[in-house]
């Protein structure tokens, strides 16, 4: 791979990681909002189940951030042929 390339993919690489990871922290939030106040969400009336939603969105944030790891690795420039 070329070393544009290679820098290009490393920056799409990272974007997509910084996205994933900002979902994380805003689903995160969610569920620190519904633990600490659930008496101040008046539209949700199911507590319990918000917070498995938010959990949820959590947990496929963070497959989608396992998956790039481990099948699209950061490629290295010094270390490459």
Do not use: C, W
Request: proline share 4%.
């Amino acid at each position: 791979m070329m070393k544009s390339q290679e820098a290009i993919r490393n920056k799409l690489r990272t974007a997509f990681l910084v996205h994933a990871e900002g979902h994380i922290r805003k689903h995160l939030a969610n569920v620190e909002v519904l633990l600490s106040n659930p008496a101040g969400i008046g539209e949700h009336g199911d507590i319990v189940g918000e917070i498995e939603k938010e959990l949820k969105e959590v947990a496929h944030y963070e497959d989608l951030v396992d998956a790039m790891k481990k099948y699209f690795p950061e490629v290295d420039p010094l270390f490459e042929d």
